[in-house]
């Protein structure tokens, strides 16, 4: 009976990657010299065929900032964002952003009926955070307020 020999390879995951993908990118772009010939040749997409994309204002603008990035750091040898993340971080930064003027516009109101509604719990109408503990708690609760109160009419 014949021995089995185990093979072991020694692979490097990154050279084996950008091999993998160097394969993929040379099977889609075609040579440069293609390139100009097969634009010249086909004709554009009607315009009544074409699908239309309907993007609110916002996320208009927001690709309209990633395309303007992205050809800036294709001008310069960077690579290009990911325009998935991009909208995400962007979304996320206007939505702070209106949380901050949300909160600052309603944050004295709402500790004004937090305290009222604690004063009541308490049957203590002069009710005051006196310590540490008690001013974070009453913060908390009044950020937890105002959190819910923004995603509910937000």
Do not use: C
């Amino acid at each position: 009976m014949a021995e089995r020999t185990e093979h072991t390879f020694n692979i490097n995951r990154r050279r084996l990657l950008a091999s993998a993908a160097a394969a993929t990118t040379a099977a889609i772009v075609p040579p440069a010299g293609e390139t100009a010939r097969a634009a010249s040749t086909q004709p554009g997409p009607r315009t009544a065929e074409a699908p239309v994309q309907e993007f609110s204002s916002a996320n208009a603008r927001r690709l309209s900032e990633i395309s303007e990035r992205n050809r800036l750091r294709q001008e310069f040898g960077l690579p290009r964002l990911s325009v998935v993340k991009e909208l995400r971080r962007m979304k996320a930064a206007d939505d702070a952003v209106d949380y901050q003027r949300f909160s600052d516009d309603f944050r004295n109101r709402d500790k004004q009926k937090t305290l009222a509604r604690i004063r009541r719990r308490q049957n203590d109408p002069h009710w005051e955070p006196t310590n540490k503990w008690a001013g974070i708690s009453f913060e908390t609760e009044v950020s937890e307020r105002l959190t819910r109160l923004f995603a509910r009419i937000g």
